[in-house]
């Protein structure tokens, strides 16, 4: 058995010929997540001030490790310095001084290549990043000279390439964050990404693989059951197709379904499934109890974390181990309330 499981264990370092090189995946290492320096409250701005952000400082803080960049201070700006804007020039946005039309954009795309680079050896589980900004904007951006409004992937320079670099990593800008469901769903990736890393980062085995797409089946149906059901068939078909191609594609699969937006209609389904698992075990009354409680959040009635609690509870007490390992139950640090609050 020992054997036949160290023949299909696939490790990323003989993938990236560099077997010394490669940083192994620390599991006691905290998250760590890219940050745009002014939303820690360092006066990295333009005119010397900063963004603090509340949510960023005083309720992700103590569960992360920040990595702060400041693209405008990196490439060597200052501070005080000439305020930025991005100005359309055919198919592409060129990033320049409002007063003086001073052009940045060469040094700026050299500096996000680099750092973005290094970047990516901090295996970071996400990155929040300043709205609006020429450098740091995730969407929306305003352009100079664009009549209409500003396009959903106008972004900064350094946001753009880090996006496109790294397409799996969740990216949302702290305006987004004010947003409870875009909050929830954030937080959501990034924890999920830092469990897909505990798993392809390192010497990986089929068996491992399987385990933890089982239990995620509930939040990736929560999401999209179109993409639980392919991801099922991606993990299936593992002895016919390279490991490489099986690992790229589930994860780019896994994180897309879980940025797919959720609807109480689409997560009461699943409640009402994870509540069958539990059906034949339940007296009636605590039957009848749970149903009703789905059912008060499938209205607006309450909000996801009552039936999630008490579905736990009898999983847990029941010793209904699908259930108990299931992600759907516990996504995210319940220090954040991320289930109350809708
Ligand atoms: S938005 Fe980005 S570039 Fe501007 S001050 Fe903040 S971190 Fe620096």
């Known amino acids: 058995m020992q054997r036949e499981n160290d023949r299909s264990e696939y490790d990323p370092r003989v993938r990236n010929g560099d077997p010394d090189g490669f940083e192994a995946f620390d599991e ?191 939040q990736l149906m929560a999401h999209a059951r179109e993409y639980c059901h392919e991801l099922g068939h991606l993990v299936a078909s593992i002895d016919r197709r390279p490991r490489a191609e099986i690992c790229e594609a589930y994860q780019s699969g896994f994180m897309a379904a879980l940025a797919r937006p959720v609807f109480r209609g689409k997560i009461a389904k699943v409640l009402q499934h994870a509540a069958g698992h539990l059906k034949r075990r339940l007296e009636s009354a605590s039957r009848a109890e749970l149903a009703d409680l789905i059912r008060d959040y499938r209205v607006g009635n309450v909000p996801l974390g009552a039936p999630v609690t008490l579905l736990r509870d009898h999983a847990r007490h029941l010793e209904v181990a699908y259930l108990n390992g299931q992600t759907f139950l516990d996504p995210h640090p319940k220090e954040l309330l991320l289930r109350n609050q809708d």
């Open 28 to 218: 006691d290492r905290p998250i760590r997540l890219g940050v745009s320096s002014c939303l820690l409250g360092n006066e990295v701005r333009y005119d010397g001030g900063h963004k603090r952000d509340r949510f960023v400082i005083d309720q992700l803080g103590p569960l992360v490790e920040w990595v702060p960049v400041c693209p405008e201070m990196e490439v060597g700006m200052g501070t005080p310095r000439p305020k930025l804007h991005l100005v359309r020039a055919g198919e592409e946005l060129r990033m320049r001084e409002i007063e003086s039309g001073h052009d940045h954009t060469r040094a700026m795309r050299r500096f996000a290549s680099h750092r973005v680079r290094a970047l990516r050896d901090l295996d970071l589980s996400g990155f929040v990043l300043k709205k609006n900004s020429p450098s740091c904007g995730v969407t929306r951006v305003k352009v100079q000279g664009d009549r209409r409004s500003p396009a959903q992937d106008n972004r900064g320079l350094f946001a753009s390439h880090l996006m496109r670099t790294c397409p799996n990593l969740p990216v949302e800008d702290e305006g987004r964050l004010d947003d409870a469901k875009l909050r929830e769903n954030f937080v959501e990736r990034v924890f999920a990404h830092r469990r897909l890393r505990g798993l392809f980062g390192r010497r990986w085995a089929k068996s491992q693989l399987v385990a933890f797409h089982t239990a995620h089946k509930l």
